[in-house]
């Protein structure tokens, strides 16, 4: 088993659904390794690579603190294996009369390794043969290095469904071909057949969910230059996410939802998505109005349901 030495070479966020992934780099070569991790993982890496201090110990600094009061070394980690789209690791430890391997994430193992300065590898054929590339100098720029002390990504904020939405614009932006994504995307989530809230108001307020996004790719084609101004997120679909958070606050909501997305893509005034509701007679006040009708038929609907039990 060959085990290839690697060095982190950044922890980057994805312009298009904003997760995080740490890049590892061949020391001696020219293969790059990319590994998807959640974004306590990636801070608690991207904070020990920019030295930055923090007032109490984290996570990964009490496992370091812990092995060194065992009186262990960590000898190395590595990315030991790649099964099913999931990487394995391990950390190695060295103690005085013997060799300990602890399986864990490779995220865990790349902190690790990081705080006491231990060499990290990967496995050459079960691991880099499989997932290893090769980039070029127009791939090394994308992506956004991560900082240390950000503040919380906005997507936080969004309802897991309110994410599956952001994510389908995503790949129904792939499917048309298209290197951005914009209103026109995000609508065409927000009609799709999963039923959401946001589905069945527009559904309610005469949409016809069955035939609207022909609609929207026909528009999305004719009008692409206005919002396809760049990669990734378009400038409205950034300001219609903003919209979304703030109808988020003023109704009270603790997390963005579906519906709060429709109303974001009406108040963006230049997008695709918001011209064709409007179009269609769709405003904030008729949105409202539906949602008023829809919280209080499921708020009935729920003390219905309690006094049966």
């Known amino acids: 088993m060959a085990e290839i030495e690697m ?10 659904n904003y997760q995080r992934v740490v890049i590892l780099k061949e020391k001696e070569g020219k293969r790059y390794l990319p590994c998807w991790v959640g974004p306590a993982e990636a801070d608690a890496i991207s904070v020990k690579m920019q030295g930055v201090s923090v007032p109490r110990p984290l996570t990964h600094d009490f496992v370091c603190a812990v092995i060194d009061n065992l009186k262990a070394t960590v000898k190395h980690a590595i990315i030991s294996d790649l099964k099913k789209d999931t990487f394995y690791a391990k950390v190695v430890l060295i103690t005085d009369d013997e060799r300990i391997e602890i399986d864990c994430r490779p995220s865990d193992a790349l902190a690790v390794a990081l705080r006491v300065g231990a060499p990290i590898f990967a496995d050459d054929q079960r691991v880099l043969d499989k997932a290893g590339i090769l980039l070029d100098e127009e791939d090394k720029t ?3 290095v991560l900082e240390p002390e950000r503040k919380p990504s906005k ?3 969004f309802s897991q469904s309110a994410q599956d939405i952001l994510t389908l614009g995503e790949q129904e932006a792939k499917r048309l071909n298209h290197n951005f994504v914009g209103t026109g995307h995000l609508l065409l989530a927000l009609v799709k ?7 069945e108001l527009l559904k309610n307020l005469g949409i016809d969910l069955t035939k609207i996004p022909v609609e929207i790719e026909t528009n999305i084609n004719q009008r692409s230059s206005i919002e396809a101004v ?8 950034k300001e219609a996410i903003e919209l979304s958070i703030a109808e988020a606050k003023r109704l009270g909501a603790k997390e963005v939802q579906t519906e709060h997305i429709v109303l974001g893509l009406i108040r963006q005034s230049d997008g695709i ?3 064709l509701l409007k179009n269609r007679g769709i405003n904030v006040e008729k949105v409202y109005g539906e949602l008023i009708r829809l919280y209080t038929q499921s708020w009935f609907g729920q003390e219905a ?3 049966w039990q």
């Open 7 to 16: 060095v982190i070479d950044s922890v980057r966020v994805s312009l298009m």
């Open 305 to 307: 349901q309690s006094s």
């Open 273 to 275: 998505a918001g011209s």
């Open 230 to 237: 760049e990669t990734g997120l378009t400038s409205a679909v």
């Open 193 to 199: 057949d999963t039923p959401t809230t946001a589905s």
């Open 155 to 157: 997507f936080e904020k």
């Open 142 to 144: 994308q992506g956004i």
